[in-house]
């Protein structure tokens, strides 16, 4: 019913003749994927991925956007400039920007909202830090970022939205949840999503994924849990061949 959705997040890595090797690589070992396939990568290799990925199966994600019109806002990038470019998919949230760049639950609706607007598919990042998951409020935290950033979005657009868990002592660690864990947590998440929504949207329309060290090596666990519905992939999205052995778990 939901179909899986990977999707890797380059995050500040690879210039753009990095990116269009890595990508001529992947292209032909993704190409049976059974799952949507998506890559995020830097502002200044989108247009590079756009025409890589052309007439394949493989989607093109910027990874975070403004939530602004146009106008004085130094550094940042709308909608309508992604939107230009051929970019579907965009994260917000991501715990890196929640941590290291003021991100929060009011500015992730925001730019959540403007990304709809524009026609973007939004990847919406939400998850707990170790202190947070230390003190048993795990489900305290995604319940409150999942219901700020769904703030005035209409039932309608919740198959244009994914929601990626993302641990954040999972990320870059190495540490991932087990698979329970994510699968609990995100079931979490799914009841919320049916509390702001309705019961069969939540279980019909809204994938998850899970990130935080998902790697070929333990994604086909991952994977087989009834709730999880794909990965957010850093570190293992580098590298064409293990980013396709997630991909193809
Ligand atoms: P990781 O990153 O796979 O390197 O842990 C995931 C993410 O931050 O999206």
């Not at 975070?64 to 965009?90: C, R």
């Not at 991501?94 to 991100?103: I, V």
């Not at 329309?205 to 998902?214: D, H, L």
Request: charged share 30%.
């Amino acid at each position: 019913m939901r179909k899986p959705i990977i999707a890797g997040n380059w995050k500040m890595n690879k210039n753009r003749k990095d990116a269009e090797q890595l990508i001529t690589e992947l292209v032909p070992l993704v190409k049976d994927a059974k799952c949507d396939v998506v890559i995020c990568v830097p502002f200044t290799d989108l247009d590079t991925a756009v025409k890589a990925t052309k007439n394949t199966n493989i989607k093109v994600g910027a990874q975070n956007v403004h939530w602004a019109e146009s106008g004085a806002f130094t550094g940042e990038i709308s909608a309508d400039m992604l939107k230009e470019i051929g970019v579907e998919y965009v994260i917000i949230g991501h715990s890196e920007r929640r941590q290291y760049f003021g991100e929060t639950d009011e500015s992730v609706n925001k730019r959540t909202l403007k990304a709809l607007e524009a026609g973007l598919k939004p990847i919406i990042c939400v998850g707990e830090t170790l202190a947070e998951r230390e003190k048993g409020k795990t489900d305290e935290v995604v319940t409150r970022q999942t219901k700020a950033a769904f703030k005035d979005i209409p039932k309608e657009e919740l198959k244009n939205i994914v929601i990626a868990y993302e641990p954040v002592w999972a990320i870059g660690t190495g540490k991932t949840a087990t698979a329970d864990d994510a699968n609990s947590t995100i079931k979490v998440i799914r009841d919320t999503m049916a509390e702001l929504y309705c019961k069969n949207c939540a279980e019909e329309t809204v994938r998850i994924q899970y990130g935080g060290s998902m790697n070929p090596k333990n994604a086909s666990e991952l994977m087989a849990m009834p709730e999880i519905d794909g990965g957010l992939i850093g570190g293992a999205s580098l590298k064409a061949e293990d980013f396709s052995k997630v991909v193809n778990y």
